[in-house]
């Protein structure tokens, strides 16, 4: 088998097949180009690239009227190289043959991949660094190394291959170099691969956690989880942060993953508001613990359910946006335990008026967003849960409305006048019995004006005319 015959084959890799994108400076290529030299040549290494499988001249023509690039190298640097290192083992027995350009060297040959932008340009780079080493001085940017470590790896040149990736695992990456990295990762030993990959895939996932055994969270719904902590619990720019986080949820391409992530967090923020309220409202607690003590922790317990409530809203407001809000609506109309609580609170008119001003408001909000999202099919909830959901809040509506400005005779808060209407479009979606027993409650939407509530009437209309046609199945 000729020398050339073998360097063919054993240029046979994987690696040929890579892409390599475009260099800055491209070598010539041609067979009549002068050869390249290094210091202390003794050996003619051609670089000739691969014949193109789809053209069947390319295949028929000889390796001499194939582009080429002849280089006079140092056999010496080539052991550098553990594939030159093997060819130029004692299981070569070396025959003085005459290489191109006639000077009596002995040669070898390397074939190129024409999957190679630019041809030749990576392979003299790194018989070059075969010879200087100068690695700082070749790689400059990512394009750089990832230009050369294709060739590193095909020549088994080691100390190249962990130059490129030294320099890759310290550097930013384009967009399009992650997608190469990720190409070539494959290729390269598992430790400088991981150094790699730890950049832009996640680790392995654990099963369950070490305290709980509950699955754990992947990394994307920890960034998320993380965020949105961030946002809602004491960064210096709360207002922008929030905004910010918001733009990042609105954008993220798993609206499952977010819906999980704002669950989770809504749950969270909606059991500590419970648990506060219930604290106020608790007899035990009224009891235990003497009058001072007791105002001063009603007090602080007071502000932190209005800050947690806040939070609420603006979680609501992100779940109804993203049409994820299905799953906090339940969870929003089952809780006639917090609804009681509220109502004892928005009874003592002196505590929440001298404490938490705004909590009528935000509480009304809060279930005007869902409500609203409710009527405008931004949330599809079963009629079961709609029916919950004004059972559960409409007496915490009615306390407010008449909370608000008890000094005023006839006036409603702008929000608790637009949940009285949407409470009663919800209540126009349920069946007739139903909306019977809701609208009983709903009396109090009506002041001394009758002129002022022509959404109760409306409904009230509706209703009478929909009870007063044949039940469903009757005959004529």
Known sequence: MSLRKRQRSASSSRLS????????????????????????????????????????????????????????????????????????????????????????????????????????????????????????????????????????????????????????????????????????????????????????????????????????????????????????????????????????????????????????????????????????ASPDFRVAVDSDERDAIQRLNLQSAVLNVRHLLWLIERMVEMRVADNAVKLWSEQAALTADLQKLLNDVDMWKNITPGLPVLVTRCTLRFANSVVNGETIVPRQVRTKLVRSWLPVLNVCRNMVQPMQCGYKSPNCQELEETFLQIISTLPVPDAQELLQQCLGFSTRNVDDCPHLIAAFKTWFRRAGRAPQGAEN
């Open 17 to 280: 097949t890579l892409s390599s994108s475009p260099a800055p400076h491209a070598a010539a290529a041609s067979a009549s180009s002068p050869p390249l030299s290094f210091p202390n040549a003794d050996l003619v290494l051609r670089l000739h690239l691969d014949p193109c499988p789809d053209d069947d001249a390319d295949l028929d023509a000889g390796e001499d009227h194939r582009p080429s690039l002849d280089l006079h190298v140092s056999s010496a640097s080539l052991l550098r190289s553990r594939y030159f290192a093997a060819l130029l083992s004692d299981r070569w027995s070396p025959a003085p043959t005459s290489a191109a350009g006639g000077h009596g060297h002995l040669s070898l040959a390397v074939a190129v991949p024409r999957s190679f932008s630019h041809p030749f340009h990576a392979h003299v780079e790194v018989v070059r660094l075969l010879h200087t080493l100068d690695f700082a001085g070749a790689i400059h940017s990512p394009a750089d190394a990832l230009d050369i470590l294709p060739v590193a790896l095909q020549l088994l040149f080691d100390a190249c291959v962990e130059a490129c990736t030294r320099f890759l695992e310290a550097v930013p990456w384009s967009p399009d170099e992650e997608a190469r990295v990720l190409e070539i990762a494959p290729l390269l030993p598992a430790d400088e691969a991981a150094d790699l990959l730890a950049r832009i895939t996640p680790p392995p996932a654990a099963s369950a956690s070490a305290a709980g055994g509950e699955a754990a969270r992947s990394p994307s719904e920890a960034m998320l989880h993380g965020l949105i902590h961030s946002a809602i619990h004491g960064h210096p720019v709360p207002a922008a942060t929030k905004a910010f986080v918001a733009m990042l949820l609105k954008d993220y391409p798993s609206r499952d993953c977010v819906q999980k992530v704002l669950d989770e967090a809504f749950l969270s923020r909606l059991e500590t508001v419970k648990e506060l309220m219930g604290k106020y």
